[in-house]
């Protein structure tokens, strides 16, 4: 593995020990190496107030800049209702629950999975004897 491949690895550990510190719910690691320029790991998680996920996006930042020296960009911290922090390799957004299921990130960023088939409906089809 190449130094930067570890130094990747090393963050995205480091964002899922923080998130699981900081006891976020429902946390998803998506890869997006070779799939995508912005970076190699996507992390989606959910606190349980805005104030949870204000406090998560905050120790993370901490975190990862006393960790690797690089500053984090972070955007959403003021509502905190969604945070994405920006950490180059990896990008984390951080939800309330009902936001991350209105905006489900999970499903568009889901590479190469074949959408679940709906369920057929129900169809009231009049009987030959009551046409």
């Not at 130094?7 to 480091?14: F, M, P």
């Not at 951080?94 to 299921?101: A, G, H, I, Y």
């Amino acid at each position: 593995m190449a130094a930067g491949d570890r130094a990747v690895e090393a963050l995205h550990s480091l964002v899922l020990a923080s998130l699981d510190d900081d006891q976020a719910l429902d946390t998803v690691s998506i890869p997006l190496a070779g799939k995508s320029s912005i970076a190699d790991h996507m992390v989606i998680a959910s606190g349980r107030s805005t104030r949870q996920v204000a406090s998560m996006a905050s120790k993370l930042a901490e975190k990862i800049k006393a960790e690797t020296g690089r500053p984090t960009r972070i955007e959403g911290l003021p509502t905190a209702d969604w945070v994405l922090i920006d950490a180059g390799d990896v990008i984390v957004h951080l939800f309330r629950p009902e936001v991350r299921s209105f905006y489900n990130l999970e499903k568009m960023w889901s590479f190469g999975e074949a959408p679940a088939a709906p369920e057929p409906a129900a169809v009231n089809e009049p009987s030959p004897g009551n046409a």
